[in-house]
């Protein structure tokens, strides 16, 4: 079945840029669906940042959407978040998801597990 | 604030039936987009309860189902048990912000 892992580094400086990456194995991006990024502040609810098509075509929040980049690399299996100057407000468990098209309105699943990236000097 | 309008908190005894609610507006629920819900266990990444808006994934139990009325949308959860115990978020998508949406979240407590 469709597995999701993100990986890159789990503290980052403020200022800097976050940068992560979710790894699919179980189905091939080039086949279709959306790919999507959320992250979840400790203790806090969900927020969704951004998604992209196995195309290329990128859809984010607006209000990261200066400071957000979603790429996908099909010849690994992958796509990427890049968040740029981030602060203490960027900490939180970033998730990687699958999303359906849906003409309504798309779903995300299956999830990966989660990875804390902490913003901190 | 959270776009969706979700209560913080929720309980039932074993074996009852819980609802929860999750409000919306014009632009996301009361449109003509779709609601789905997740399940978010202690320390686990979220899990797909419901999708357009009372349809459940393979593997779930038909004790859980989900409604959709106007600007609101409802999960309902009957014959609770223990497992149940969990963070349930609701998720749309909203046109004005042209985005996907979730609610704040609701904090399922089995007594």
Request: net charge positive; charged share 15%.
């Amino acid at each position: 079945q469709v597995q999701l892992q993100e990986s890159g580094p789990g503290l980052v400086k403020p200022s800097e840029t976050l940068s992560l990456t979710c790894t699919v194995s179980g189905y091939s991006i080039s086949s279709g669906y959306f790919w999507g990024w959320i992250r979840q502040p400790p203790g806090k609810g969900l927020e969704w940042i951004g998604s992209i098509f196995h195309s290329g075509n990128t859809y984010y929040k607006s209000s990261l959407k200066s400071r957000v980049s979603i790429s996908v690399d099909t010849s690994k299996n992958q796509f990427s978040l890049k968040l740029s100057s981030v602060t203490a407000a960027d900490t939180a468990v970033y998730y990687c998801a699958r999303l359906p098209p849906n003409d309504y309105g798309s779903w995300f699943d299956p999830w990966g597990q989660g990875t804390l990236v902490t913003v901190s000097s | 604030q959270s776009v969706l309008t979700q209560p913080p908190s929720v309980s039932g005894a074993p074996g009852q039936r819980v609802t929860i609610s999750c409000t919306g507006s014009s632009s996301n629920i009361g449109a003509v987009y779709d609601v789905h819900w997740y399940q978010q266990l202690p320390g686990t990444a979220p899990k797909l309860l419901i999708y357009k808006n009372n349809n459940r994934p393979s593997g779930v139990p038909d004790r859980f189902s989900g409604s959709k009325s106007g600007t609101s949308a409802s999960l309902a959860i009957s014959g609770l048990q223990a497992e149940d115990e969990a963070d349930y978020y609701c998720q749309s998508y909203d046109s004005r912000l042209s985005g996907s949406v979730f609610g704040g979240g609701t904090k399922l407590t089995v007594l």
